[in-house]
């Protein structure tokens, strides 16, 4: 009651920060009389004159009201748009690291402008990061016009570019792309082999759109970069005919949590069909033995008993494609991990692709944290505002919008079932497309949006329907779906990056209508007037009639796409309407509302067809949706609390390569790894405090000879009195150190270190890669400890630990093995073989989901695995000229030369004469 007083009289702390930021707004609006006045090239150089600013100790917070103003003047005559006042506070936000929540249609993509010109200025990079490839290619050519007016360089990352043209974006002022390209292109960096061929820069700022999106939505699902593994389809298949012969009295699955269980009737049956297919070792079925066929077993009980057709996945050309639960995209080229979408492919009876091995991965948080400064923008963040603190430190800023909301949004409608919901749902449409207002349906899965078509055909009400199967029409179908009588059926419209226009969209009219006129032709502007004349007369018969109308068949999880869904109405202040229709057979009500003694009050009081509307249900389902929300916080807490624990192990992996790949010289690293794999084997075999005769000498002697490739006279240093375990070790890392320094002398000093950081780089990498499965498997089964009265995440924190030391410990062994037995020749090796495509994922680890809202393939060419040969294949004598004199440049210096002698290049003909 206080609080509401208080906040009555001085606003709330929203209101004040926003109130605060007024004086810098009114600051940027004092130069704009003066930027105003200036020529086109004088505008321009604001841009060297702000650099020389910083140059001599200015701050980027000094430069802002002049920068701000500067962009705001340069957008005006590049755009012809001019930034409001409350963009302006957007962009303050923005810069300082902080979410800025603006409506849909207040113009976020132009705030971005601001914060990261400015950002942009001290020559270190600002990455725009948006939800899909069409927005990043859109808003950077669309922004670019902006930035090079000013002279900043802007890049663009889509997916299928080639490493230069990557290397070229990055490099740029400004660098627009997806998340997942960003993650992607981190973890594909840190698989390279040389600095040269890595293709991002230190990281500097970020700017996130769609912020809720992508931190929030997708942030429980790693980037995982992936390689095949053995073709095990028969087995899939097997067991997927196993489980479809259980009945329900065999299993528990919880829906809220996403999981199933057999029973132990369940169990026993399983375990007699498995032995008849002869795939159970034993009599168990949770024997060591069948750690396999459990883990297929009980991805085929998801796949058969969780998983559902048409609104999980649809079944496409043969393949099953994955449908993103937040967008309602098809994800073509994604795969659910873990052999879950090989149990789908088995179920579907579609051909089984193989499983993929974990090359490398990061989730969002730990990628994002990353940044020193991250800032982002959406039109709903405040119901995350908590999250968003305590994982990334950000706080959430509503600014105000330019004009006042008109909308108005309608209490929740509520039935019986789904039946009379969507009866009553049709009718409705019907009524306010008869009177000429647009209607846009959010829907929350493909099947839904498509029974509600067959109840509109009965109406006879003409629609489009606008979801995952029919993906390459969306830009076309949601341009107009502000256009009078228009009814359009979207499966969830977060993120769809097109704004409905009352009235119709112009430029998609024209490419529908007349798509063999060429923009800037005499008939082209001609047709586009008599339609700008159209567009103005049917826009004001829709702002008659109402505005948009949107109307949400069912409630979302979570509250912000409900939000999302109702913002698409009132755009930059016209009239609007939005409603909810609910019913008790809703996924929202069934699984998180209220008890079954209200849902029986409900059915046995309500006649069919008929609704109610009532504040107290409303505020129940709010509760469910806080319920569902705070479940799904605590899953991505967990994540980031896992994830934490390898971050720690990746950046140090990480940092080692990144050592490597930069030292002239990694000698004292092998011979330190030598050391201390001399050092285990000699204590391992004469323990601390002990006599010869109590030494293991015949173990110490196999180990030596099997990791350093030596025969130590062993027994005759045993024969002297002075003999101890420290002695044994030095003499033994002596000869060690001998014998590969005479090796090291058949080669040139510059190949030497080539083959020392190739040989630690790939032991690395496999040992890395393995290390990766070993804690994926670990994750997976670190929870039943809590029986035993354990905190599995402390239990992972030690296993991890007791892991990753291990890890090294056979890192180290492996290198020095290798460099003892490696023998070296100089000639051209062979080619490598052709290396598969690596497949890169965004899967959920809890409910196997992909949540990636990237459409595209997602194969961006190969991964480098394996050392580029230390020479590269030479051209031939007969490839080259008859003249010695012109091979200079075309052959190697250390190569083997063309002429056939069998010396170097440098040696021979490529001698350097005085």
Sequence with gaps: MFGGLAKSLFGSSNDRYVKSLNPIVQKIAGFEPSLLAMTDDQLAAQTIKFREQLANGATLDDLLPEAFATVREAAKRVLGQRHYDVQMVGGIVLHRGEIAEMRTGEGKTLVATLATYLNALPGLGVHVVTVNDYLAARDAAWMAQVYGFLGLTTGTIIPNLSDEQRRAAYAADITYGTNNEFGFDYLRDNMKYERSSMVQRPFNMAIVDEVDSVLIDEARTPLIISGPTDDKSELYMQVDLIVKQLEAADYEKDEKQKSI??????????????????????????????????????????????????????????????????????????????????????????????????????????????????????????????????????????????????????EDEFYKDTQDKFRAIAKKIRVHAERGQPVLVGTVSIEKSELLSEFLVVEGVAHKVLNARYHEMEAHIVAQAGRASAVTIATNMA?????????????????????????????YDAKAEALKIEIAAEKKAVLEAGGLFVLGTERHESRRIDNQLRGRSGRQGDPGLSRFYLSLDDDLLRIFGPDTLFAKMMRNNIEDGEAIGSKWLSKAIETAQKKVEARNYDIRKQVVEYDDVMNDQRKVVYEQRSDIMDAATVGDVVVDMRAETVNTIVGDACPPNSYPEQWNVEEMKVRIGEVLNLDPPIDDW????????????????????????????????????????????????????????????????????????????????????????????????????????????????????????????????????????????????????????LQMAQPQPDELSGDPAAWDGLVSRNAPCPCGSGRKYKHCHGAVTA
């Design 261 to 410: 269980i057999l029973t132990e009737d369940g169990t026993e049956k399983a375990e007699r069909m498995l032995e008849a297919a002869g795939h159970l070792q034993g009599q168990n079925l949770y024997d060591f033995e069948n750690t396999q066929v459990v883990h297929h077993l009980n991805q085929a009980l998801r796949a058969n008993m969780m998983f559902k057709a048409d609104t999980d996945y649809i079944v496409k050309d043969g393949k099953v494609v994955i449908i993103d639960e937040f967008t309602g995209r098809m994800m073509d080229g994604r795969r659910w991990s873990d052999g879950l979408h090989q149990a789908v492919e088995a179920k579907e009876g579609v051909e089984i692709e193989p499983e993929n091995q974990t090359m490398a991965s990061i989730t969002f948080q730990n990628y994002f944290r990353m940044y020193p400064k991250l800032g982002g923008m959406t039109g709903t963040a405040a119901t995350e505002a908590a999250e968003f603190f305590d994982i990334y430190k950000m706080n959430v800023v509503s600014i105000p919008t330019n004009v006042p909301v008109q909308r108005v949004d309608e």
């Design 718 to 869: 045993l024969k002297e009195e002075a003999i101890d375990p420290e002695l044994v070790e030095t003499r033994v890392r002596e000869m060690a150190d001998a014998a590969i320094e005479a090796k090291a002398a058949q080669l040139d000093p510059e190949t030497w270190t080539s083959v020392e950081k190739s040989i630690l780089l790939q032991n690395l990498d496999h040992h890395w890669k393995e290390h990766l499965a070993t804690l994926d498997a670990l994750r997976q089964v670190v929870h039943l400890r809590a029986y035993a009265q354990k905190t599995p995440i402390n239990e992972y924190k030690q296993e991890a630990f007791s892991l990753f030391q291990r890890m090294l410990e056979s890192i180290r062994e492996d290198v020095t093995r290798t460099i003892a037995f490696a023998n070296f020749q100089m000639q051209s090796p062979p080619p490598l073989p052709d290396l598969p495509d690596f497949i890169t994922t965004h899967f959920d680890p809890f409910t196997g989901e992909d949540n990636s809202n990237d459409i595209d393939a997602g194969t961006l060419g190969l991964i480098q695995t394996q050392m580029p040969p």
């Design 495 to 523: 993120g769809r990056g097109t704004d409905i226009q009352l009235g119709g969209n112009l430029e998609f009219r024209m490419r529908d209508e007349f798509p063999e006129l060429e923009a800037g032709t005499p008939d």
